[in-house]
């Protein structure tokens, strides 16, 4: 008797088991048939629910591509232009002689999606509208540098910014991130009315965003019908998920990734060129030892191998940096010479300063591909040259949280992403610096300017509190179906094509 | 009767822990180094800007009186709004919630199923060879970590046979439980993780019955068969099942590896995202929502427990 009730356990078991197999195996992978021929899927890291269409408050990446394709930039940065910006909806920008003033030309026959003309009113919001709607920091570079309650629109095609104090790079402030919004919009829905390559169908914070061609679009007009950009949050589920095709573009891909999915079939990986590398730096405080001492400075830096982080961090997909930023950028020092990895000279230098031997900690934590892992080799290469040098790793989402802590810390990573170094410099560390970055933005010539913009890097290199090993590309992969991603900042997959 | 006010007395205990519970969470996202403003400002923001983000977040007021303020608007059943988004947490609470449920659920019902199959198997035929084979097996997915079952499953069901989707992308507009197939890798990955510490319990509870002069003298009367098996094993399920609420409870808010692996948009993934943004409103919210389903489900384990024990009072022989 008691072989029949285990028969019929085992019978149960079994049908369980089936059951369990067949009410799972029924469907087929998502998205492998259904999507429609000219629909990008891409994926992107995201942000859980505090993702959010207002880019002004949106910290993700995602958030910033998303409202790029939505809403037409004002302009943008780009370092090979003859203005060293590309226009957008504006469509000219000029700096009166004594750089005190700018004028935008708007652009004609730029339409909203509820078929209102962009105007001069609409440009002058756009550019007040971080003020106004309590935008991020990031948002903030044109309130510092122009005077916004000035500011007017005496017609409907011209707006004049005055600036605060005279600048010569009024463009590249106002382009770094500005987009174009109608005049007094305050809030941002999915019906909000925009002026970009395209609208959006859908939007749930977290999980995905439906967008749609704009045909009223003035630009030119992708051809991509729509775009569905998914967040997953997940290094690995991302790269899971390109791999089995339920995604054609995956952003953000980790230098270890990158490297196995090269030798997938079907699969392309890219990387941003230069100047769209993130300037991953670590900081010196030099307000107190053993950090005042210029030479211990220079020994940290000449202890990097930074050839050995490219190879064995990026696996070559990175770019060597040279302890100043904006690698790539036209002002750019070219003439320094790269620093060397020097060991010995780096041990004479810590003995010269009465430093051999001391102790430092430096913190760092996974904000950016490589950060701790950077860490890690420079910790090593300090110890080779006598430092006792430790590593504190912070999870992710900590290096930033607590600002002020982070600032007294003597030694921690950082990083910022690809911008020009002058608009973007934060004074208060070395004063001469300070004043050569001013004059590089204000004085009359572009001789003149270029040159304090050089010496001041060149301080920066001599005796600066920054070391700079690499700088970081963003890396994507992507099915050799598309073409046409613009690797920026972000990628920009407005040009996108497919192929079927 | 004496039911009604237990029940009544474990309902008053779970208020003031969960009272007690959001003081703790409250307390201890306050002492966390940093705060929303650090996560928003960014880097390059100045002085002037982090102090406007603040005052603007409302946190510049004292602690005590945030917190006050918080429980006096969560008891009116007013969770607050995102800090950082400004949503409201009772909606960001219902979608992941929802998305959370349509994993566990179905990971739940096979749990009860391969625990009381299995358990009921190897305890009444303790050291046989059915027995010492789970024995092994569970062992072994008990041991083994969320990470490790969930990528075993992903290479076997998305890279050798690839029927199912590595990753839970539900199509705009639906919810995941619409979708079977997104919902089965995660759900098998919680199930097999799961069971085993249920299972083995049933399984030494079974085999403790089986062994009493109950069972004895139940096989002595000729109770055999599906009748046999229900007597030992109800008899046997009340520790079980105290075992297994707490299994699924834990489910709950500790998924978060396969939430992540697997891009299932619930709880867990949100709490941890919300912790490091320092989102204290969402924070508290979502470690409510979790510490109230939690004493939900044990409560409901232990109500079935108690309904068993009387049964089992009334069965022959009564051992407990």
């Keep these: 008797m008691k072989s029949t009730t285990a028969r019929k356990l085992a019978a149960a078991v079994t049908a369980g088991a089936l059951l369990a197999a067949t009410g799972c195996s029924g469907d087929e992978p998502a998205g492998s048939a259904t999507s429609a021929e000219k629909t990008l899927r891409a994926a992107f890291a995201g942000g859980g629910s505090s993702e959010t269409l207002n880019y002004l408050t949106g910290p993700t990446a995602l958030d910033f591509v998303r409202a790029k394709l939505v809403h037409a930039p004002l302009c943008e940065l780009d370092p090979k232009a003859p203005d060293g910006v590309s226009y957008g909806v504006v469509e000219a920008i000029t700096a009166s002689d004594d750089l005190k003033t700018y004028t935008l030309r708007v652009r004609d026959g730029v339409k909203f999606t509820d078929g209102k003309a962009l105007t001069s009113a609409d440009v002058l919001y756009s550019l007040r509208a971080p003020m106004l709607l309590k935008g991020l920091p990031f948002t903030m570079l044109i309130s510092r540098n122009f005077d916004m309650e000035a500011a007017t629109a005496p017609d409907a095609s011209t707006v004049v910014l005055p600036t605060k104090s005279p600048i010569a790079d009024g463009r590249e402030v106002i382009c770094q991130t500005t987009l174009a919004i109608a005049d007094k919009t305050t809030e941002f829905t999915t019906n909000t009315p925009s002026s970009g390559p395209f609208t959006i169908e859908s939007f749930e914070p977290g999980q995905s965003t439906l967008l749609k061609r704009n045909d009223s679009y003035y630009g030119q007009a992708p051809e991509l019908e729509k775009i569905e950009l998914r967040s997953i949050p997940d290094g690995a589920a991302r790269v899971n998920a390109l791999r089995q095709g339920q995604v054609d573009f995956i952003s953000a891909v980790g230098p270890a990734e990158a490297k196995t999915l090269e030798t997938s079939d079907g699969i392309k990986v890219t990387n941003s060129d230069l100047p769209y590398a993130s300037y991953l730096q670590y900081t010196m405080n030099i307000k107190a030892a053993p950090f005042d001492d210029p030479r211990v400075r220079e020994a940290f830096r000449l202890a990097v191998d930074r050839e050995r982080i490219v190879q064995n961090v990026y696996y070559g997909r990175a770019f060597v940096g040279n302890d100043v930023p904006a690698l790539g950028f036209p002002s750019y020092n070219t003439t320094l010479a790269q620093r060397s990895h020097d060991p010995e000279r780096a041990k004479q230098l810590l003995t010269e300063a009465g430093a051999a031997g001391i102790k430092v900690e430096l913190t760092a934590g996974p904000e950016l591909p490589g950060m701790v892992e950077t860490a890690t080799l420079i910790v090593e290469d300090l110890k080779a040259i006598g430092v006792q040098a430790a590593l504190r790793e912070l999870p992710a989402g900590q290096l930033f949280a607590d600002y002020p802590a982070y600032l007294s810390w003597p030694f921690k990573a950082g990083y910022t992403p690809a911008a020009y170094f002058e608009i973007n410099h934060t004074p208060g560390v070395f004063t001469d610096v300070d004043t050569l970055v001013l004059t590089a933005r204000s004085a009359a010539t572009e001789q003149e300017r270029l040159a304090a913009s050089h010496q001041a890097q060149k301080l920066l290199w001599e005796k600066g509190n920054q070391i700079a090993p690499v700088f970081v590309p963003t890396i994507s992969a992507a099915s050799d179906r598309v073409d046409g991603v613009r690797e920026l900042q972000f990628p920009d997959l407005s040009r996108v094509t497919l192929r079927n | ?320």
């Design chain 2, 1 to 320: 009767m004496r039911l009604a006010s237990w029940l009544t007395m474990r309902v008053a205990a779970a208020a003031a822990t969960l009272i007690v519970l959001s003081a703790v969470v409250f307390w201890a996202t306050e002492v966390l180094p940093g705060d929303a403003v650090g996560t928003s400002a960014g880097p390059d923001a100045t002085d002037a800007e982090r102090a406007a983000i603040r005052v603007s977040l409302g946190l510049d007021r004292p602690a005590g009186e945030r917190y006050l303020e918080w429980i006096g608007q969560a008891v009116q059943g007013n969770l607050g709004e995102s800090l950082l988004t400004g949503r409201k947490v009772s909606e960001v609470i219902g979608d992941r919630l929802l998305a959370s449920v349509a994993v566990l659920l179905p990971a739940a019902v096979m749990i009860v199923v391969l625990a009381v199959v299995l358990g009921s198997a190897a305890g009444l035929r303790a050291g046989g060879r059915w027995d010492r084979a789970l024995s092994a097996i569970t062992l072994g997915l008990v041991g083994s970590s969320d990470f490790l079952l969930a990528t075993g499953l992903l290479v076997v069901f998305t890279a050798w046979w690839p029927v199912l989707p590595a990753v839970a992308l539900v199509p705009a507009g639906d919810e995941l439980w619409q979708h079977p197939d997104l919902v089965a890798l995660p759900a098998i990955a919680l199930a097999l993780g799961g069971f085993g510490a249920a299972m083995r319990l049933l399984r030494a509870s079974v085999a403790q019955t089986t062994g009493t002069g109950f069972a004895e003298f139940a096989r002595l009367n000729g109770v055999r068969g599906v009748r046999y098996v229900w007597m030992m094993v109800s008899n046997a399920a009340a520790p079980a099942l105290h075992g297994l609420s707490i299994v699924l409870a834990g489910l709950l808010g500790g998924s978060i590896v396969v939430e992540t692996l697997f891009n299932v948009p619930g709880v867990g993934f949100e709490l941890s995202q919300a912790v490091a943004e320092r989102d204290v409103p969402l924070v508290q919210g979502l470690s409510l929502t979790l510490g109230a389903a939690t004493l939900a489900i044990l409560l409901a384990g232990d109500l079935c427990a108690a309904m068993l024990g009387r049964h089992q009072a009334s069965a022959p022989g009564g051992a407990r």
